[in-house]
């Protein structure tokens, strides 16, 4: 802030009660009629000259007076130019009425009447116009036309844009009217700094710091290019390579298709001669197949089984772990699935009655000198599981699941005395196996016989008080054997 707005800003008060004082003194004693401001010179390119100030009316009159129109009011011929950063306009001619609106620095507004030092105006655009009243410090009279600058905060909206002259020749005048001094002429091509707006004018920036307006007709926004000249050729040259390179790989891309064309055309072909294969050999395939039970061919079905059973009883029936030996035979229809049929041929032997077992079958209970013959039928259905993951030496192995039925039949002999008893039951067991050669493999397997059969208890045998009752026994065994495919 200026030094001269500073103190008129803080002592603004004091000032206007001065000028007051003063010009209704001089009206008193002086005695002389107010002359008129001398009329306005508009005649445009010229330099105006600023008119006499008009004398204003009196503060206070003396006693036995009265005020006249014409002593208060009056035409005047001039506007009025804000010298000030910003000038306050005022609701009535007192300091104390309520501020409407600030004028700019260098803002020209028009005059309706003049009171001791206040100045009513007229002020904003034509659709808007505004009413109101500033006082005489930080005005000065001219001869411009009315306009409002574009304030600070309007002025950083301009901030980095630029205008571009369109037309041959244009004017930048003082102020946004046809009427205003010509500050320079401008031509096509030009670009200035942009700084605000009024109506149909831009204000520009010139060379020397002096802003001026220019009509927006002949002017337009300016965006700076993007790149240079030299890039522009780079990029042009850059374009024309690829293109060519476009081309290439066009050329390129146009010989892959016909290429890929024929391709596929072998490939249908081939598809054709494989599809046709197929069916040529699902026919064979179907003539080839043979009945799941014609006999030409159990010659590649069949296994002869050869091996060892060691089989143990449960403890309620009173026999003894006996060594089985027996023959069998395999009937393989699938890649899994087998069944087989083993007979096993033993000799059980009797336990010894003790405190923990006293049972023997019924049949077998009873007589005091026996020997037991034991034929033990087994149907079995096999699956292979193949190797079992992560496990040692199974992992390598060829495992099965078995599942079935068995026939236990024990014939005793006492005394000529012949007696049979048959236990009939589930069986249950797993295996695993190796082949050794092409048509010899190893197998070995445990197995679970699940029945139940009457068992008499042999302690009271000599007062003859057997007391029988009823078991269920799991007998777990343990087979052993060679397998021969014919």
């Given at each position: 802030m200026k030094l001269s707005d500073f103190i008129l800003t803080r002592f603004h008060l004091p000032l206007v009660a001065a000028v007051v004082f003063f010009t209704a003194a001089g009206e008193l004693f002086a005695q002389q009629p107010a002359q008129p401001a001398a009329p306005a010179d508009t005649t445009a390119g010229t330099s105006p000259q600023l008119p006499p100030a008009e004398p204003s009316a009196p503060a206070k009159l003396p006693p036995g007076m009265t005020a006249k129109p014409s002593e208060f009011e009056s035409q005047v011929g001039y506007n009025l130019k804000i010298t000030v950063r910003m000038s306050p306009v005022y609701e009535d001619s007192t300091l104390t009425s309520g501020v409407i609106a600030y004028l700019p620095k260098g803002s020209v507004v028009g005059v309706l009447t003049e009171q001791d030092t206040w100045y009513k105006i007229e002020f904003g655009p034509e659709e808007q116009r505004q009413q109101g009243w500033v006082i005489s410090y930080g005005v000065e009279r001219t001869h411009e036309l009315e306009h409002?600058?574009?304030?600070?905060?309007?002025?950083?909206?301009?901030?980095?844009?630029r205008v571009k002259v369109v037309t041959g020749e244009t004017l930048i005048r003082s102020f946004p009217s046809t009427g205003a001094d010509v500050l320079l002429r401008a031509y096509?091509?030009?670009?200035?700094?942009?700084?605000?707006?009024?109506e149909d004018y831009y204000m520009v920036e010139l060379s020397n710091a002096v802003k001026g307006w220019v009509w927006r007709g002949d002017v337009e926004i300016y965006v700076e290019p993007k790149y240079s000249r030299s890039q522009v050729?780079?990029?042009?040259?850059?374009?024309?390579?690829?293109?060519?390179?476009?081309?290439?790989?066009?050329?390129?891309?146009?010989?892959?298709n016909s290429r890929g064309q024929r391709v596929g055309q072998e490939l249908d072909a081939?598809?054709?001669?494989?599809?046709?294969?197929?069916?040529?050999a699902a026919h064979a395939a179907r003539q080839q197949r043979k009945s799941f039970f014609q006999l030409d061919s159990l010659k590649n079905r069949l296994t002869l089984n050869a091996g060892f059973l060691r089989q143990g009883f449960g403890s309620d029936l009173g026999l003894a772990n006996t060594m089985f030996k027996g023959l069998g035979l395999n009937y393989k229809p699938g890649e899994r699935l087998s069944f087989e049929v083993n007979m096993f041929n033993g000799s059980p032997a009797l336990r010894q009655p003790g405190s923990k077992q006293a049972s023997l079958p019924s049949s077998l209970s009873g007589l005091d000198t026996l020997s037991v013959k034991g034929k033990f039928w087994q149907v079995e259905a096999r699956v292979d599981i193949g190797g079992l993951r992560g496990v040692p030496i199974l992992s390598r192995m060829d495992n099965y699941l078995t599942g079935g039925f068995g026939h236990l039949n024990l014939q005793s002999t006492a005394a000529g005395i012949v007696s049979n008893q048959s236990l009939w039951g589930a069986i249950l067991g797993w295996g695993f196996g190796k082949r050794l050669f092409a048509k010899l493999h190893f197998d070995l397997g445990l197995r679970l016989f699940l029945t139940s059969t009457n068992v008499s208890d042999v302690r009271f045998q000599g007062m003859g008080l057997l007391e029988s009752k009823k078991v269920f026994l799991i007998n777990i065994g343990t087979a052993i054997g060679m397998n021969w495919q014919f």
């Open positions: 409002i600058v574009t304030n600070r905060e309007d002025a950083s909206r301009w901030e980095g844009q096509r091509n030009e670009i200035f700094n942009l700084a605000g707006e009024a050729q780079e990029m042009i040259a850059a374009a024309k390579a690829q293109d060519k390179r476009l081309e290439q790989l066009q050329s390129l891309l146009a010989d892959l081939l598809q054709k001669l494989q599809e046709e294969a197929l069916a040529r």
